[in-house]
């Protein structure tokens, strides 16, 4: 499930990848790696997690984490109330992906569910993000130690 995410902030690209990398993880997806790179022709940051094997019920909710991710980033609020209200009046028309998945594919007990997983493990998708900017790529094998301490 290659998806690519464009951003002018490396950080964003790196927040928004980890968030589908750790809700991959741990969801039992088989995780290649992920990267963030700029792309030469828009001269913005891009983001690509490239995962082999996901359970079909999974793949939504990792496609979500990544817009997921950077919402709680930008928030700051990791207390699971405030946000299930937030989540519950964000307007995705923005991004017609995102908006797509969880008009039909998502409903806001999976969105929910994946925010508390994220909040939950929030630790690991910082620290992915920041090897992420600061070495550009990560390895399967490196976000589940990261995630699961292994």
């Keep these: 499930m290659p998806e690519i995410t464009t951003t002018s902030e490396p950080w964003t690209a790196a927040i928004h990848e980890a ?3 750790v809700i991959a993880a741990l969801h039992g997806a088989s995780i290649r790696g992920t990267r963030i790179d700029v ?3 828009t001269g913005k940051y891009r983001g690509l997690t490239n995962l082999l094997r996901m359970k079909p019920e999974a793949e939504p909710l990792i496609g979500i984490a990544g817009l997921m991710a950077q919402f709680l980033d930008d ?3 990791l207390d699971l109330d405030t946000l299930r209200e937030q989540i519950r009046g964000l ?3 923005f991004n017609p992906l995102d908006a797509e998945l969880i008009g039909e594919t998502i409903t806001f007990e999976m969105l ?3 925010v508390t997983l994220l909040v939950r ?3 690991a998708v910082m620290d992915i993000a920041g090897q992420l900017v600061e070495r550009g790529t990560i390895g399967g094998r490196e976000i589940y130690w990261i995630v699961f301490g292994k």
């Design 112 to 114: 929910d569910s994946t």
């Design 75 to 77: 928030t700051e609020v």
């Design 39 to 41: 792309d030469p022709r």
């Design 121 to 123: 493990n929030w630790q």
């Design 91 to 93: 307007d995705f028309s």
């Design 19 to 21: 968030g589908h990398v």
